[in-house]
Nanobody
Framework: QVQLVESGGGLVQAGGSLRLSCAAS????????MGWYRQAPGKQRELVAS???????NYADSVKGRFTISRDNAKNTVALQMNSLKPEDTAVYYC?????????WGQGTQVTVSS
């Protein structure tokens, strides 16, 4: 079964940290570019960070220096370490996998940062 399953969301105070994880199944994980997107209420979904199969990373300007994306191709997982969280990081975070026209999404996990 092809699926992405996120875990690790929750409620944290500003300045705190959370680690999100996404487990992939049913795909040749190592050749997919993996990413984390987020969607806050009333806003469009936006890219937070991505990592290619060769581990080249890309970050949104708003999270550079605070968030780190990583992948473990042996375990078919991708993680997002989020430090120095801000209230504006509050959103539903989605795991994404893409390879050419093939795009997969996870169900999303809520991250809430209180001030």
């Amino acid at each position: 079964q092809v699926q992405l399953v996120e875990s690790g969301g929750g409620l944290v105070q500003a300045g705190g940290s959370l680690r999100l994880s996404c487990a992939a199944s049913g795909i040749i994980f190592g050749i997919y570019t993996m990413g984390w997107y987020r969607q806050a209420p009333g806003k469009q979904r936006e890219l937070v960070a991505s990592i290619t199969g060769g581990s080249t990373t890309n970050y949104a300007d708003s999270v550079k220096g605070r968030f780190t994306i990583s992948r473990d191709n042996a375990k078919n997982t991708v993680a997002l370490q989020m430090n120095s969280l801000k209230p504006e990081d509050t959103a539903v975070y989605y795991c994404n996998a893409h390879l050419g026209p093939a795009v997969l999404w996870g169900q999303g996990t809520q991250v809430t940062v209180s001030s």
